[in-house]
């Protein structure tokens, strides 16, 4: 972990850099990676064809990232990193911002530590491509 899933409303398509807002989502909440492993992130970009979005006017648009991280990390480290995050999706977006009505949200929940099961051999692979555990993708 951390997982992040960046859901857009799919009228965002034409206007939206997608793989721009996934790397700049992961790279805001990894940081120097001491607080979240860039081993662990799996960033989604998720179109959302079906929606309502207020009073269902046809140029209303939302990009809404969930941030699901383990347990284990204060307050302080969460509030800054969901701020981070925050901040830089609102960047990038401006210029989208600027010219349709939009929703931009952050929201950070904790995984259930009994019920998270997973494995990974990422950072095997990492090591073999020369790239070290904390670089910023």
Same mark, same amino acid.
């Given at each position: 972990?951390?997982?992040?899933?960046?859901?857009?409303?799919?009228?965002?398509?034409?206007?939206?850099?997608?793989?721009? $807002? $996934?790397?700049?989502?992961?790279?805001?909440?990894?940081?120097?990676?001491?607080?979240?492993?860039?081993?662990?992130?799996?960033?989604?970009?998720?179109?959302?064809?079906?929606?309502?979005?207020?009073?269902?006017?046809?140029?209303?648009?939302?990009?809404?990232?969930?941030?699901?991280?383990? #347990?284990?990390?204060?307050?302080?480290? #969460? #509030?800054?990193?969901?701020?981070?995050?925050?901040?830089?999706?609102?960047? $990038?977006?401006?210029?989208?911002?600027?010219?349709?009505?939009?929703?931009?949200?952050?929201?950070?929940?904790?995984?259930?530590?009994? $019920?998270?099961?997973?494995?990974?051999?990422?950072?095997?692979?990492?090591?073999?491509?020369?790239?070290?555990? #904390?670089?910023?993708?």
């Amino acid at each position: 972990m951390p997982h992040i899933w960046v859901e857009y409303s799919s009228n965002l398509e034409a206007s939206l850099d997608v793989p721009a $807002l $996934l790397k700049t989502v992961q790279d805001a909440l990894i940081g120097d990676g001491t607080v979240f492993p860039f081993a662990g992130a799996r960033t989604r970009g998720v179109p959302v064809a079906n929606y309502l979005i207020v009073d269902g006017h046809p140029d209303n648009a939302f990009v809404h990232v969930l941030l699901r991280i383990a #347990k284990g990390r204060s307050e302080a480290d #969460k #509030k800054e990193a969901a701020g981070r995050v925050f901040a830089a999706a609102k960047a $990038l977006l401006a210029p989208v911002t600027a010219a349709r009505p939009l929703g931009i949200s952050v929201q950070m929940e904790e995984a259930d530590e009994t $019920l998270n099961f997973k494995t990974s051999n990422y950072r095997e692979y990492l090591k073999q491509r020369g790239l070290p555990e #904390k670089v910023v993708a």
